[in-house]
């Protein structure tokens, strides 16, 4: 049924959602090294531009309270957390 089918989106945007915050949590420890920003100056802006992005999307999280109107049929949210994984793993590797 229809609820079942909002529950599991919004199920699977809350898998992605907390992968990208285990990525970021990581990526963020590294990256807020100023040697790291040093060595690799290009890497690191890369980086703060996409803890923006993570930034403000979980401020957005927080305004809209409502998890379940929040994560059911938003394709830009599943799509700016496929983008942030994807990034965030360019920025381990980049720093593996």
Known sequence: DAWSLKLSAVAETLELWVEVQAMWKY???VYSSSDIAIQLPLA???????SKIWEELMTKALEARQIVQHCAGNDSLR???????NQLS?????IS
Request: with cysteine; charged share 25%.
């Open 27 to 29: 990526v963020e420890a």
């Open 44 to 50: 690191a802006k890369h980086f703060r531009e996409l």
């Open 79 to 85: 799509s700016t957390l496929s983008h942030l994984l």
């Open 90 to 94: 360019v920025c381990q590797r980049t």
